[in-house]
Structures are given as structure tokens and as C-alpha cells.
Nanobody, 117 residues
Framework: QVQLVESGGGLVQPGGSLRLSCAAS????????MSWHRQAPGKERELVATITSVGGTTNYAGSVKGRFTISRDNAKNTVYLQMNSLKPEDTAVYYC??????????WGQGTQVTVSS
């Protein structure tokens, strides 16, 4: 059974940091491109960051570049999103995704991130 389980969300003040984790099971994690997406209330889901299956090439949305870092540990079947200098506009539900051959196949259930003073 395929599972992606996100954790690490919560309430943080502006300027603070959070580290999200996404634990994968039920598929060959190292074969998949992993990504983080987010969806704010009333808005469409948007891509935040991606990391390739091997080599670890990363890409970021312009709104988070320089503040967020995506990484993965293939031995632990886990992808991470380190979020620094958080802003209120980063408030959203964050989802991880596993894609193969350009097709997003598996989604997690999401974790809420709220940035507020």
C-alpha cells in the first residue's frame, strides 16, 4: 500500500522556521521525483520545490527561492522541506508528491503551516 505521510507543520511567527518531513512507503522511493506543493485557502495548489530521484537536482518557485530547501534521504525514504524566514503568505496546507516520468502519481494528506504573530 502506497503511503506518503507529511509531518512537521504547525503555527510559527513571521521570520521563524519549520522543517516538514514526508515519509514514503509502498513504492521504490529512489526512482521517483519528489516535490512539495501548497494550497492556501481560496487559491489553487502550487508547486513549491522539486528534487530529482538521483543526484538531487532541485528547483524552487520564485516566491520561496533562497528561503526554502528541499532535500531527500533515499535510505530513509523521506523528503524534507526546510522553511526559513517564513512569511504570512506562506500559510497553506503543504503536500508532498511522488512523480515518475513526469506524472504525479502519489499525494500525501497534507500538513498545515500557519505563519502568524
Amino acid at each position: 500500500q502506497v503511503q506518503l505521510v507529511e509531518s512537521g507543520g504547525g503555527l510559527v511567527q513571521p521570520g521563524g522556521s519549520l522543517r516538514l518531513s514526508c515519509a514514503a512507503s509502498g513504492f521504490t522511493f529512489s526512482n521517483f521525483v519528489m516535490s512539495w506543493h501548497r494550497q492556501a485557502p481560496g487559491k489553487e495548489r502550487e508547486l513549491v520545490a522539486t528534487i530529482t530521484s538521483v543526484g538531487g537536482t532541485t528547483n524552487y518557485a520564485g516566491s520561496v527561492k533562497g528561503r526554502f530547501t528541499i532535500s531527500r534521504d533515499n535510505a530513509k525514504n523521506t523528503v524534507y522541506l526546510q522553511m526559513n524566514s517564513l512569511k504570512p503568505e506562506d500559510t497553506a496546507v503543504y503536500y508532498c508528491n511522488a512523480a515518475r516520468f513526469g506524472v504525479p502519481l502519489y499525494w500525501g494528506q497534507g500538513t498545515q503551516v500557519t505563519v502568524s504573530s
